[in-house]
């Protein structure tokens, strides 16, 4: 068994004003040679956008990028004509493939959106570009681990072109679970999104990250109430 610990306070900080990102992974001004990514999971963004602020116009390709709301409302448009809006209990799925352009803007004018940014090397390029958005039952993750993504279209959740699975789960203090790795050979990067908890007796804490490889289970404990994402992917 492998891991890696990193800690909320050693994430690169990005403050724009009307843009707050917190990055694990090295990403536009933030660079850090040690933290380029997790096998393919190569951003992790923690981004908080001020009410009718966002991003505008940008294009993207051959990247796998993945949208999970945590507060608030968040506009998208696309080049393919989607206009949609995603929110909590949502998870919103880009193939960019050869190339799609588009833009993010908080929808609320009264308050900000809290959203993770999530990119992931497809294992194929050049695919059709594709959009996609479910809203999840969010009981569903009660003292369990809900499957949100996976490789294959007819699985819960969203899918992409990677084998990788994500999971969310939202635990009452003292809840103990395991995690069986899907494909021989991934790795997992547990995020945590709130509260205390416990993976093979490695204490981690709100927006703490830990990867964790060359295993094939492990033992996740709540110390308190508690919100997690685990992201398994290939480590190649």
């Known amino acids: 068994m492998k891991t890696i610990l990193h800690k909320a306070d050693t994430r690169g900080d990005a403050n724009h004003g009307w843009l707050h990102s917190k990055h694990t992974f090295s990403f536009a ?6 933290r380029m990514n997790f096998g393919v999971l190569r951003v992790l963004n923690d981004d908080t956008v001020d009410a009718g602020m966002g991003f505008g116009t940008h294009r993207h390709d051959n990247m796998e990028i993945i949208s999970i709301p945590l ?44 959203f993770l940014q999530i990119w992931v090397v497809p294992n194929k390029r050049n695919v059709t570009p594709r959009y996609d958005q479910i809203s999840l039952n969010m009981e569903d993750r009660h ?32 809840f103990q679970t395991e995690y069986r790795v899907k494909e021989k050979g991934n790795g997992v990067y547990a ?4 509260g205390e908890l416990s993976i093979n007796d490695q204490k981690l804490n709100t ?19 508690s919100e997690i994402l685990l992201m398994e992917v290939p480590m190649t």
């Not at 060359?214 to 110390?223: C, G, P, V």
């Open 29 to 34: 001004n933030y660079f850090d040679p040690a």
């Open 71 to 114: 507060e608030g409302d968040l506009e998208h448009k696309d080049s393919m004509g989607n206009k949609t809006v995603i929110k909590n209990g949502d998870v919103q799925i880009i193939c960019a493939g050869t190339g799609i352009s588009h833009s993010e803007y908080n929808a609320n004018t009264d308050k900000p959106v809290k």
């Open 143 to 174: 003292n369990k681990l809900q499957q949100i993504l996976s490789p294959n279209p007819e699985d819960a959740g969203v899918w992409i072109h990677q084998n990788a699975w994500f999971h969310l789960g939202k635990f009452d203090k003292g």
């Open 191 to 194: 995020f945590i999104l709130s």
């Open 207 to 225: 927006r703490d990250g830990f990867g964790i490889t060359e295993i094939d289970n492990f033992k996740i404990i709540a110390d308190t109430d």
